[in-house]
DNA sequence: GATCCTCGAGTTCC
DNA sequence: CTCGAGGATC
């Protein structure tokens, strides 16, 4: 089927209605049946919500058949119907990405049960909405009898074999004897983040051991539909599920609780798993402050969320309110601004990092997803390329969650347009860096096409400025990237000396560029010049050589004399050089014209202080400890904690692991504090950091 | 030879 | 932050 544009003007709104109706069936079919989807939940919704304004609207093109009538979900062959006993029933959903939605629905409630300014708060009970599957567990004294999907909210699928292999669903309520003859419990089953991960990871050595019948998933909730709905518990019972209870259906012979926290708690203490981010709050201040609270915490989450759920908590009230149509009056779900969306890829672009790598980078048509308009997303490197198939003039899905830098998931198939070509980074360049023109080469068994035009490529001299004038390098206050553009543009500047014979004159020829600032870049040229010999080992931007191994060959030869003229057998002997990194050492400093670039900028005055190899006198508290930052410390930076853990002898990693010794954790400290935690490190924070610290 | 650990390098948006 | 790869360690 073939999904068309939005709506041309031309088009009648019965025909938009009913082309609709089609493509809502055919999607929901590929989503809930098939367990395949083509389109991002987003897509789906808001094509389902323009059919429900328009049959809002014009009541008449309203037909039986419309998705919006019905909840879709067909009975797979395999799986006996179940008829619910109490029919399993949807939540309001809104698309609401502020806060204030909660006010609305306040206020809606409140009209309802006439009530007025003088009467107080409504109590409700927040809870989170899961990206799960609905499930309805019978429990017939005790027992687990029978587990059904939702289905179309009637009649649903019979899944019990599958469901019993969910270790946390206890096939026996907790206090069993006492239990009534019929409780059905409601709730979500779902695949925490983590498993999910490792799930497509086994897939995926499945699939590259040659499995032909596996696949890897798009995202948690579909791995978890497909695991649900898999007719082979043996093969259910091998994916990661979980589940959280948050209702109730058919129940005999049990008094339930007043409210509905009640009963969430009376399901825990059954055995029942419930979610602990759930919350008693009062009006619509109250539910602000949940969906503020879930929102800044939703990327830390185990596991997905699409949004909250608010419901009145006294079942009484509830009562009152009643229903409209098929949607409770008392309950309303708020969902938080999607993490996926489509969008259109109008080109790659090539960029030339400082390294020669060609970097493919997918320009988007503009698109809001996580938070942020997105326009750019790398694609790493041809193998992804060619693993994902991603063609330009395709539809693709973005993800941004939280921090994380937006990715290209993968590719709409149904919506790639006809004509396009498989796109190759050797093929668009020819074979030449877009910079300069030189020659790609790749090494053998590496992914990555690189320029090999080194500093005659202006993009690797540009990016070789930057990092110069970086901060943990040279620290050059002033150079950032617009003004190198310029410079290397200009012709002003072509070898790294150059730089500091710049002078004010020179400079203020350049557009935007005043007396003032570019009396700032030489000031902070000037300033740069006093440095240490591991800034400068490191500013030299030599093939495996960062700031840690710089400053390891800083201290074991102590002169830049002495590491010029080292060869391959002395450079071995520094710590974490190996074979690959002394080489490239060696190398570097064997070409003439890097010898001389080193020659002309110590002419040019820059100056560290060299020791020959004897310690200098500074206590050294913390000789021999490593430590790892995280989060933020309220009042030392990053760089400043690090400067000074390390001038007291300690050493800061990246990572924790058994051999750390410290973590030094700031605010919101993320996943490294939770591994100190396991690995029992000690858990410092900055108080704790500074009392180690010498005066 | 395998496994663990650390370092280097690349990346997006405001 | 995350990935890949180089280096160290057993």
């Not at 840690?548 to 002395?570: C, M, P, Y």
Request: aromatic content about 6%; some cysteine.
């Amino acid at each position: 089927m073939s999904v068309h544009s939005k709506s041309s003007s031309a088009q009648s709104v019965a025909e938009r209605a009913a082309e609709l109706r089609d493509q809502l069936h055919h999607h929901a079919h590929r989503y809930y049946v098939l367990d395949d989807p083509e389109l991002p939940d987003v897509e789906y919704d808001k094509l389902f919500e323009e059919l429900q304004a328009i049959e809002a609207e014009h009541p008449d093109l309203l037909t039986t058949d419309s998705p919006t009538q019905r909840i879709i979900g067909k009975v797979l062959d395999g799986f006996t119907p179940v008829r619910h006993a109490v029919p399993m029933l949807s939540i309001r959903t809104e698309t609401d990405t502020e806060a204030s939605g909660a006010v609305a629905f306040d206020a809606r409630v409140r009209r309802e049960l006439e009530l007025d300014e003088s009467d107080p708060p409504i109590e409700y009970a927040a809870e989170l909405k899961f990206d799960g599957l609905a499930i309805n567990l019978r429990y017939e004294h005790g027992v687990l009898v029978q587990a059904a999907t939702r289905g179309n909210g009637e009649t649903g699928e019979d899944v019990t074999q599958n469901i019993r292999t969910i270790a946390q669903i206890p096939l026996r309520l907790r206090g069993a004897e006492l239990a009534p003859p019929v409780i059905e419990v409601r709730g979500e089953v779902y695949i925490r983040r983590d498993d999910f991960d490792s799930l497509n990871e086994r897939q995926r050595e499945l699939i590259a051991k040659g499995a032909k019948n596996e696949k890897t998933f798009v995202n948690p909730r579909n791995a978890a539909a497909g695991a649900v709905r898999q007719l082979d518990p043996a093969i259910a019972a091998k994916r990661p599920l979980s589940f959280f209870a948050y209702g109730l259906g058919a129940v005999q012979d049990w008094t339930i609780p007043p409210t509905h926290s009640g009963l969430v708690d009376a399901l825990q203490a059954m055995g029942m798993p419930v979610s602990v981010e759930r919350a008693v709050v009062h009006g619509a201040d109250g539910l602000v402050e949940f969906h503020r609270r879930v929102g800044a915490k939703r990327d830390d989450l185990p596991f997905d969320i699409d949004g909250v759920v608010y419901k009145v908590n006294d079942r009484a009230l509830q009562q009152r309110l009643g229903f409209v149509s098929r949607e409770p009056r008392w309950a309303v779900a708020h969902k938080y601004t999607a993490q996926e969306q489509m969008t259109r890829l109008l080109g790659i672009d090539i960029q030339v990092g400082r390294t020669g790598k060609l970097t493919p980078v997918a320009k988007l048509e503009p698109v809001f997803v996580g938070g942020t308009t997105v326009s750019n997303a790398t694609l790493h490197n041809q193998d992804e390329i060619d693993r994902k198939d991603v063609r330009i003039g395709d539809t693709v899905i973005v993800r941004r969650a939280g921090d994380v830098i937006p990715e290209v998931v993968g590719v709409v198939a149904d919506k790639r347009p006809p004509d396009t070509q498989a796109f190759s980074i050797v093929a668009k360049l020819q074979s030449k860096c877009p910079v300069c023109g030189s020659e790609i080469t790749r090494e053998e068994g590496e992914v990555d096409w690189r320029c090999s035009g080194g500093l005659f490529c202006a993009a690797q001299r540009k990016q070789a400025m930057l990092h110069f004038a970086s901060r943990r390098a040279m620290d050059v206050e002033g150079l950032g990237d617009k003004l190198v553009d310029q410079l290397v543009d200009s012709g002003l500047i072509r070898t790294l000396p150059e730089l500091y014979k710049l002078g004010v004159a020179k400079l203020v020829a350049l557009e935007r560029m005043a007396e003032k600032s570019a009396q700032n870049l030489v000031d902070g040229l000037e300033r740069s010049k006093k440095t240490t010999l591991g800034r400068f080992l490191f500013a030299l931007g030599i093939r495996h050589v960062g700031e840690t191994t710089a400053k390891d060959l800083a201290k074991h030869f102590g002169s830049l004399d002495r590491i010029l003229d080292a060869s391959v057998e002395q450079l071995l002997e520094v710590n974490d050089v190996g074979p690959v990194v002394a080489q490239s050492i060696h190398t570097f400093f064997a070409q003439p014209h890097n010898r001389e670039v080193v020659e002309q900028l110590r002419a040019c005055g820059i100056t560290w202080e060299e020791h020959d190899g004897t310690a200098d006198n500074a206590p050294k508290p913390l000789a021999g400890k490593t430590f790892v930052l995280t989060g933020t410390l309220p009042t030392l930076s990053r760089d400043d904690a690090k400067d000074l853990i390390e001038a007291a002898g300690g050493k800061v990693s990246g990572s924790v692991s058994k051999k750390t010794h410290y973590v030094v954790a700031g605010a919101e400290a993320g996943s490294k504090l939770d591994k100190a935690q396991e690995l029992g490190v000690v858990i410092l924070d900055e108080e704790g950091l500074k009392a180690l610290l010498p005066p």
